[in-house]
């Protein structure tokens, strides 16, 4: 099992109207996925959301990725998700940023996609979240064709390419970045393995719950003869919470704090998309709060979240493998958790616990992708006749006899 943080720009309270404040979150948020690259983390993951106040004010992190990327060295950074609704993202908008992400990462770009958060964030683009399915599906399977052909042309229902152009520039070396979708009711676990793409499983309700939806995936991608991409990224990767301190008398202390589950009424009133949990608090009504000791334990043994000292976690964290888990990706920082001890759970979670459940050195995206096979030829089409110049810069990086149409 390997492992990740997600981060999310999440601001909660009054400090969403500041505009230190926000700057100041989004700073911290870039240092905490720096900072765990030096402690076996192998991924960063990355939300993006619009017009969400307090729950998530990061609206375009591919523009942070190259940052990351170069003050880095092996921790990879994803997208969690980037939104492929035609009015959000064109679909050629996002083959250029993927493509362009994954030359400047050199290749430790993992592509997340969805369909957005709800009816509320979709409204910031007019568009209603009956649509984005559809609009999903096209974009998708016409993104695989834009990094391959170089005559590329389409007509569907919510965009089109009427002339042959080459969408550029094109993944960097053999395949392309791994591919993900948010994944919430059952029937998009089931596609999302029929694909043969990872899924990516926002976690808020018993560990347990989650293995039908994740044996769904399995069943599904096991039955996978031709995969979305150019390679099958078996891979399903859940969110949830960690409190891993040295003091593990602190760690509960933080379990229990004033405000602990407040994310929790803001997915609950942004998130229409995902199945309502029962009970559910939304915004601004008061969090449900673990109230005693008795509480925690129960929370920890349904796996809604790992809590205490690296000892103690270790035993905790089993189960996560039980259900089929194959990435466990935390939420930081968590509600309570002051900022140094955001970086002391990074290093000790990363030192202590790591080791003992992620043996391999290599990230499974990567030596997914050594299998990348094409699934398009260079041209849809036979290429038309084109001029080649007559001379061109002495310092051009190819010689004029590899000359290609420029379509």
Same mark, same amino acid.
């Given at each position: 099992?390997?492992?990740?943080?997600?981060?999310?720009?999440?601001?909660?309270?009054?400090?969403?109207?500041?505009?230190?404040?926000?700057?100041?979150?989004?700073?911290?948020?870039?240092?905490?996925?720096?900072?765990?690259?030096?402690?076996?983390?192998?991924?960063?993951?990355?939300?993006?959301?619009?017009?969400?106040?307090?729950?998530?004010?990061?609206?375009?992190?591919?523009?942070?990725?190259?940052?990351?990327?170069?003050?880095?060295?092996?921790?990879?950074?994803?997208?969690?998700?980037?939104?492929?609704?035609?009015?959000?993202?064109?679909?050629?908008?996002?083959?250029?940023?993927?493509?362009?992400?994954?030359?400047?990462?050199?290749?430790?770009?993992?592509?997340?996609?969805?369909?957005?958060?709800?009816?509320?964030? #979709?409204?910031?683009?007019?568009?209603?979240?009956?649509?984005?399915?559809?609009?999903?599906?096209?974009?998708?399977?016409?993104?695989?064709?834009?990094?391959?052909?170089?005559?590329?042309?389409?007509?569907?229902?919510?965009?089109?390419?009427?002339?042959?152009?080459?969408?550029?520039?094109?993944?960097?070396?053999?395949?392309?970045?791994?591919?993900?979708?948010?994944?919430?009711?059952?029937?998009?676990?089931?596609?999302?393995?029929?694909?043969?793409?990872?899924?990516?499983?926002?976690?808020?309700?018993?560990?347990?719950?989650?293995?039908?939806?994740?044996?769904?995936?399995?069943?599904?991608?096991?039955?996978? @003869?031709?995969?979305?991409?150019?390679?099958?990224?078996?891979?399903?990767?859940?969110?949830?919470?960690?409190?891993?301190?040295?003091?593990?008398?602190?760690?509960?202390?933080?379990?229990?704090?004033?405000?602990?589950?407040?994310?929790?009424? #803001?997915?609950?009133?942004?998130?229409?998309?995902?199945?309502?949990?029962?009970?559910?608090?939304?915004?601004?009504?008061?969090?449900?709060?673990?109230?005693?000791?008795?509480?925690?334990?129960?929370?920890?043994?349904?796996?809604?979240?790992?809590?205490? @000292?690296?000892?103690?976690?270790?035993?905790?964290?089993?189960?996560?493998?039980?259900?089929?888990?194959?990435?466990?990706?935390?939420?930081?920082?968590?509600?309570?958790?002051?900022?140094?001890?955001?970086?002391?759970?990074?290093?000790?979670?990363?030192?202590?616990?790591?080791?003992?459940?992620?043996?391999?050195?290599?990230?499974?995206?990567?030596?997914?992708?050594?299998?990348?096979?094409?699934?398009?030829?260079?041209?849809?089409?036979?290429?038309?006749?084109?001029?080649?110049?007559?001379?061109?810069?002495?310092?051009?990086?190819?010689?004029?006899?590899?000359?290609?149409?420029?379509?």
């Amino acid at each position: 099992m390997e492992f990740g943080l997600f981060l999310n720009g999440y601001l909660p309270g009054p400090a969403a109207h500041n505009g230190n404040a926000e700057h100041e979150m989004i700073m911290r948020e870039l240092q905490y996925a720096i900072h765990a690259d030096g402690y076996n983390w192998k991924y960063a993951w990355f939300g993006e959301h619009h017009a969400l106040t307090e729950y998530s004010h990061m609206s375009a992190p591919e523009t942070i990725f190259g940052y990351i990327a170069a003050k880095t060295e092996q921790i990879h950074v994803g997208s969690a998700i980037m939104n492929l609704s035609r009015p959000v993202n064109h679909p050629v908008r996002n083959a250029e940023r993927v493509a362009l992400l994954d030359h400047v990462t050199n290749n430790r770009y993992e592509w997340g996609t969805g369909r957005g958060a709800g009816e509320h964030e #979709m409204q910031t683009f007019d568009l209603s979240t009956s649509e984005t399915k559809e609009m999903w599906d096209e974009a998708a399977h016409e993104i695989l064709r834009m990094w391959e052909q170089r005559d590329y042309t389409f007509e569907g229902k919510y965009f089109r390419v009427a002339e042959p152009h080459n969408i550029l520039p094109k993944p960097f070396g053999a395949g392309h970045p791994p591919l993900w979708v948010g994944c919430g009711n059952p029937a998009t676990f089931t596609k999302a393995g029929e694909l043969g793409i990872g899924a990516i499983a926002f976690n808020f309700e018993p560990v347990y719950n989650l293995k039908g939806r994740i044996d769904a995936y399995k069943e599904g991608i096991a039955n996978c @003869t031709e995969p979305l991409g150019q390679f099958m990224n078996d891979n399903v990767l859940m969110t949830n919470a960690v409190i891993c301190l040295a003091d593990g008398k602190r760690a509960r202390e933080i379990a229990m704090s004033e405000g602990r589950g407040y994310l929790n009424t #803001m997915v609950n009133m942004y998130h229409s998309t995902m199945p309502p949990q029962p009970g559910a608090v939304k915004w601004p009504g008061r969090p449900r709060a673990i109230e005693n000791e008795e509480q925690l334990d129960f929370a920890i043994e349904a796996g809604y979240l790992l809590c205490g @000292t690296p000892d103690q976690v270790l035993e905790q964290i089993d189960k996560y493998q039980e259900v089929g888990c194959d990435q466990l990706v935390f939420g930081i920082p968590n509600e309570g958790f002051e900022h140094d001890e955001v970086f002391e759970m990074i290093e000790l979670f990363g030192t202590k616990v790591i080791p003992e459940f992620d043996k391999e050195p290599e990230h499974r995206t990567t030596v997914m992708r050594r299998n990348a096979k094409r699934k398009y030829p260079d041209f849809a089409n036979e290429p038309a006749g084109f001029e080649i110049p007559e001379v061109i810069p002495t310092n051009s990086l190819l010689p004029i006899a590899d000359y290609q149409p420029n379509l």
